[in-house]
């Protein structure tokens, strides 16, 4: 019994595996992990920064197919031509626009086994390429992967969405911000008043976010061909304008502007190290000499790697205006009302009104002390040039000018006693030209004496040395600035006739002035004539004068000594409530 059962046994085991042998021996069936693996394709991540070094860029090709087939990549890049790829050979992969798609790259697609099927039979792994980028371009340039068949061009294996590769773009972060000094213009276009003394500023701002091994610089560079639009020459523009550079916007250092070879301005600043992930700034101040005709330039800014290779670009409109007169280049004067208070009056810095003045301003009160007010220099609307001023006891006073506007003197200086021996003070401006200026005093007798300022703080002027006699003839006295155009002051006298006469100053402290010569009668109509230095910012002294009227006339000055002064133009009325004016 045991026997039979053993017997049994054999038989299904047996009969099981022929039944097996024969499923399998069938024709047209296979196992399935006898199947051939699909062909893939994949693309990797690459990062490059703009203007450096190219970067390795792999894709990657499994299990292609033995029939001729090649790689497609298509790449997001705007069709801005910034993305430059090559194989690993070196050979250009041009980067194809498609209408209607993106651009597309194409690589082994040629037919180089020469059977007529683009593509050849291609062998599993990583395809090297490298690639690089310029201005302009994309931050992001997303890029998919296609394997196509060489005889039918059909997709054989593609990247899938979401998990496609790209190349990313790093562009250094680069700013220049320029700003005029009253806030009224900035970024990338400016006004740059000429002859203004505050300076236009620019901020440039760099930055990096992945590492920069090499230190860079950056370059200014004012554009040949805005320089030349503008009317300017290279060597022109040069010579009026001022740079300085600084690394924290305290500590500012003289830069020099050079004409490159092509006719533009260039001016390079030292080199540094960028930081990564952050941002380093410099500073810029930029100022235009008076004089300079209207116009606009492009500034451009860069900032350049030790192989000279432009890492970042940005450029701004800077506009030079003429409008406006500086206020170191117009003239001040005073008057003193019979409360006691001083008044500043400006000539206006509106060039299309010359001669005219700005409202004025009150610089204080208790003048009415003194018997004697007279400028010692010329007054500038920027709060410069000295006043000298005789109190009731004969003590003369100084009263510097501290060069702001708002508060135009420091607090008096004793001189010394015993002026009260004058009866009348001039300014007499820089006799002699050292860049002092003089005092004259005439006194009771008619003589004429000179005070040659010193410059010295303990003793402002140096002893009296004696002009001459005869100076008792004149109404008027009053210092008229440089009108023959030596550099030094000249003087002018109105008689009691009302001829008006020129002393023009000799240099010589001993004999001051040349033999007078007479520039005009009739100015027996005014009760004050007073010098009032350059109104306008032609370089030639004004003068104004006031009738009994009140009436305030202006004489432009013209720079002809034979002839010295225009025709009258009325500048007011009510001038008669000063009891001087200077």
Request: hydrophobic share 40%; no cysteine.
């Amino acid at each position: 019994m045991r026997h039979h059962r053993i017997s049994r046994t054999r038989l299904a085991v047996a009969t099981a595996v022929a039944f097996a042998a024969g499923i399998a021996g069938l024709p047209g069936v296979a196992a399935a992990d006898d199947a051939p693996p699909a062909p893939g394709i994949s693309v990797g991540i690459v990062s490059v920064e703009v203007n450096g070094a190219s970067a390795e860029w792999d894709v990657t090709v499994t299990d292609p197919p033995a029939a001729d087939a090649y790689v497609r990549l298509t790449v997001n890049d705007g069709g801005t031509g910034g993305l430059h790829i090559t194989d690993d050979a070196g050979n250009a992969l041009p980067l194809v626009d498609v209408p209607g798609s993106t651009g597309q790259i194409l690589i082994g697609a040629e037919d180089s086994d020469h059977d007529g099927v683009p593509g050849a039979p291609m062998s599993a792994g990583v395809i090297r390429l490298h690639v690089s980028a310029t201005y302009p371009v994309p931050t992001l340039n997303g890029v998919r992967g296609f394997l196509e068949d060489g005889a039918t061009g059909a997709d054989l294996a593609h990247t899938a969405y979401g998990t496609n590769g790209s190349i990313e773009v790093h562009e250094p972060f680069f700013q220049a911000v320029w700003q005029d000094p009253d806030r009224m213009t900035g970024g990338s276009y400016v006004d740059v008043a000429t002859g203004d003394k505050r300076a236009t500023t620019g901020h440039v701002v760099t930055g990096q976010s992945t590492p920069l091994a090499p230190v860079t610089s950056t370059r200014l560079t004012i554009t040949a061909a805005s320089i030349a639009g503008s009317g300017y020459t290279p060597e022109q523009l040069a010579s009026a304008l001022h740079l300085s550079y600084s690394t924290d916007a305290a500590a500012y250092a003289s830069q020099e502007l050079t004409v490159a070879a092509d006719g533009s301005l260039t001016v390079e600043f030292p080199g540094r190290q960028w930081t990564v992930g952050g941002t380093a700034g410099e500073y810029l101040k930029l100022t235009a000499d008076w004089g300079l005709p209207a116009g606009k330039v492009i500034a451009r800014a860069q900032t350049l790697d030790q192989d000279g290779k432009v890492r970042g670009s940005t450029a701004a409109e800077l506009t030079f205006t003429t409008s406006v007169l500086p206020a170191d280049l117009r003239s001040a004067f005073y008057g003193r009302d019979s409360a006691g208070v001083l008044w500043q009056y400006q000539s206006t810095p509106d060039v299309t009104r010359p001669g005219q003045l700005a409202s004025r301003t009150s610089v204080g009160g208790g003048w009415q002390g003194y018997t004697a007010l007279a400028p010692l220099g010329a007054f500038k609307a920027d709060g410069t040039g000295d006043l000298v001023a005789r109190d009731a006891s004969g003590v003369l006073w100084l009263y510097r000018g501290t060069g702001s506007a708002t508060k135009p003197f420091a607090n008096r200086v004793r001189i010394g006693g015993g002026w009260n021996i004058y009866p009348t003070l001039v300014g007499a401006g820089d006799l002699t030209g050292d860049g002092h200026a003089d005092l004259l005093g005439r006194d009771s007798a008619g003589v004429l004496w000179l005070y040659r300022g010193t410059g010295s703080a303990t003793k402002p002027l140096a002893d009296r040395v004696r002009v001459g006699g005869g100076w008792q003839g004149y109404t008027t006295l009053t210092g008229a600035g440089d009108v023959t155009g030596d550099g030094r002051g000249d003087l002018l006298a109105v008689d009691s006739a009302g001829k008006m006469w020129l002393y023009a100053s000799t240099g010589n402290a001993a004999a001051p002035y040349r033999n007078r010569a007479q520039i005009g009668g009739g100015w027996q109509i005014y009760n004050r004539v007073v010098g009032v230095a350059d109104m306008t910012g032609d370089g030639h002294p004004d003068l104004l004068a006031r009738d009994p009227a009140g009436r305030l006339w202006y004489y432009r000055g013209t720079g002809n000594p034979a002839a010295p002064y225009a025709s009258r133009v009325q500048n007011g009325t009510g001038w008669n409530i000063f009891n001087t004016l200077l």
